[in-house]
């Protein structure tokens, strides 16, 4: 009794979540993913970073199946709405990669269930051939995250950190080259951790030296109004 209802809780929680979307306009809304493992990945920040999950016991093999399952529902309740759930390409999730992203996702209608591409998470945890990952997952991708990130050894061993566009380990110019060659026409969005804490004026000014970085390397700077 206490599982089912616990059930309909949940169910009642979405089906409010897709009412208040569309009363509001909001047509993209992001899902949280379950945590892979105990994300031994967030102890190798040489910052404080936080993973967007929550913690199942449950055997991975059986998160991955009842995931999925809570996905068909999911696009079944919005099938024909207009709204679409995002999942992101993140470190400490099961799906940190894009072969994940491709069976977590296969055969749903990308209107209702679609992806966040964040390539600077997958150098974190989940890299795979650029080329052939979005190939893969090509018509699931709604949005892209710009950042950069790096891994650095030191005195007490490897630490990943959020690294500028032109100095991380993601050749960004190469990106928008695959991405482009696979018909991506979806939004970008800068999600760049290294924004000045103090003043909106410090912020504004980062993010405009940002935008200015990308109009120089990207081959369609027109898609970046996205």
Not at 67 to 89: D, H, N, S
Not at 183 to 203: H, L, S, T, V, W
């Amino acid at each position: 009794l206490h599982v089912r209802s616990r059930r309909q809780r949940q169910m009642c929680i979405r089906d409010r979540l897709i009412t208040v979307s569309i009363a509001t306009g909001v047509r993209f809304v992001r899902l949280v993913l379950p945590a892979a493992g105990t994300s031994q990945v967030l102890h190798l920040s040489e910052k404080k970073a936080v993973v967007p999950s929550f913690y199942d016991n449950t055997d991975p093999q059986a998160i991955f199946e009842k995931v999925r399952k809570r996905l068909l529902e999911l696009e079944k309740a919005v099938q024909g709405k207009p709204i679409t759930f995002l999942l992101e390409t993140h470190w400490g999730t099961i799906m940190s990669n894009f072969t994940s992203a491709y069976y977590l996702l296969k055969g749903i209608d990308p209107m209702a269930i679609s992806i966040t591409l964040d390539p600077a998470n997958m150098i974190i945890e989940g890299s795979e051939d650029w080329e052939f990952g979005i190939g893969l997952i090509r018509d699931k991708i709604t949005n892209v995250h710009i950042k950069n990130a790096s891994w650095n050894k030191s005195n007490i061993g490897w630490r990943w950190r959020w690294s500028s566009l032109s100095e991380g380990m993601i050749d960004w110019p190469n990106l928008f080259d695959i991405l482009q060659h696979n018909q991506y026409k979806g939004q970008y969005a800068m999600e760049d951790f290294r924004c000045p804490p103090a003043g909106i004026n410090n912020a504004i000014s980062h993010f405009a030296q940002l935008y200015t970085c990308l109009l120089y390397t990207s081959p369609s700077p027109r898609d970046l109004s996205t």
